[in-house]
């Protein structure tokens, strides 16, 4: 079973960054993709970004692709998302996933396992 743990959230203006962490248990967190997905309140969740295994291959909501960058540190069991150009309609709860495979996946059907969120809030 693998577990996973956000940090890095909190309350910002727009225009400000934060890098969220993503902390990964487990000796095989290096064998499979990671995504980071996104709730706003009374809104459905959104996909944020995914990363495979290796960590060469990424993918980004239309929302988000060149304002934010996901990366890995398979040796520390870590994953990372840099939010830059920071909007109020970034606005959510972040939390990370694990896919089932070694691909990352913009669907949240090939996830297995996710943490339990850490808190953006941008102000205008």
């Known amino acids: 079973q693998v577990q996973l743990v956000e940090s890095g959230g909190g309350l910002v203006q727009a225009g400000d960054s934060l890098r969220l962490s993503c902390a990964g248990s487990?000796?095989?967190?290096?064998?499979?993709?990671m995504g980071w997905f996104r709730q706003a309140p009374g809104k459905e969740r959104e996909f944020v970004a995914t990363i495979s295994a290796g960590g060469k291959a990424t993918y980004y909501a239309d929302s988000v692709n060149g304002r934010f960058t996901i990366s890995r540190d398979n040796a520390n069991n870590m994953v990372y998302l840099q939010m830059n150009s920071l909007k109020p309609e970034d606005t959510a709860l972040y939390y990370c996933?694990?896919?089932?495979?070694?691909?990352?996946?913009?669907?949240?059907?090939?996830?297995?396992?996710r943490g339990p969120g850490t808190q953006v809030t941008v102000s205008s």
């Open positions: 487990g000796r095989t967190f290096s064998i499979y993709g």
């Open positions: 996933a694990k896919t089932r495979g070694s691909s990352g996946s913009a669907s949240w059907d090939d996830y297995d396992y």
